[in-house]
């Protein structure tokens, strides 16, 4: 791979389908990834970059009272060394975090490749300056309210086993505060908002052409020699 990777942030609310547009964007650029491996994109989610919490603190996010919404529960300067690795073509490993039981998978690291499209997604991507200066491009994905906690609700009993008295509780005290104090302010960031997140089919196509033409091989520049040569063989008698 010539160049540095093409890197996009995608910002949004808690479950507001970040996951889900990065997924159709991974699906549509890898449509041609048989013939053209400079379609090759990695999605990495800022989850994965929570800090490494004490036994207390464990204990209260499963009783549902500690906040991981708050910025100061990432690891901001572990992520940017990531990115800037990657930037620099090199290959990293990431620690496996396990929203479940709100820790990292012990032992468990990620090998990253610095693909031609690196895409990082998480509610407080933009709120970081040194983290939002190195993006190329920046979405946020904007899905109202009502949506959000209907899909939270779901998503925690389901997968997460959590009871609806504890995921409310989440929410009020922690998640919906925190969403409009750290994430929302970051949307003035976007280069592009998408309402309705994955469902807007239009956005995403759009962002997906963009992300193809940027990835374009580029024409070779005549050296002077050849440019000199050409011209006076143009030049008339």
């Not at 010539?2 to 547009?21: Q, R």
């Not at 999605?43 to 490494?52: A, T």
């Not at 086993?161 to 009020?172: A, D, I, K, P």
Request: net charge neutral; hydrophobic share 35%.
């Amino acid at each position: 791979m010539s160049g540095k990777p093409f890197l996009i942030g995608v910002a949004g609310g808690p479950c507001s389908g970040k996951s889900t547009v990065c997924q159709k964007i991974v699906d549509d650029l890898q449509t041609t990834a048989g013939v053209d491996h400079a379609n090759r994109v990695t999605v990495i989610p800022m989850e994965n970059f929570y800090k490494p919490k004490t036994p207390e603190q464990r204990d209260m996010a499963l009783r549902g009272n500690y906040n991981l919404d708050h910025p100061d529960a990432f690891d901001e300067k572990l992520l940017v060394r990531t990115l800037q690795d990657l930037l620099d073509r090199k290959t990293v490993k990431i620690a496996r975090y396990d929203p479940g039981k709100y820790e990292h998978v012990e032992g468990v690291m990620d090998t990253i490749e610095p693909t031609p499209v690196i895409i990082i997604e998480g509610i407080l991507v933009f709120y970081f300056p040194e983290i939002r200066n190195l993006f190329q491009m920046k979405l946020f994905v904007d899905t109202d309210a009502d949506t959000r906690l209907a899909r939270r609700v779901l998503r925690d009993m389901k997968e997460h086993g959590r009871n609806l008295e504890h995921v409310l509780n989440g929410y009020t005290n922690y998640v919906k505060p925190s969403f409009e104090d750290f994430c929302l302010p970051t949307k003035k960031y976007a280069d592009v908002i998408i309402p309705r997140g994955a469902d807007n089919h239009v956005a995403v196509d759009l962002i997906v052409q963009h992300i193809r033409d940027y990835l374009k091989p580029k024409p070779e520049k005549l050296d002077s020699q050849q440019s000199n040569e050409h011209t006076t063989r143009s030049r008339p008698h």
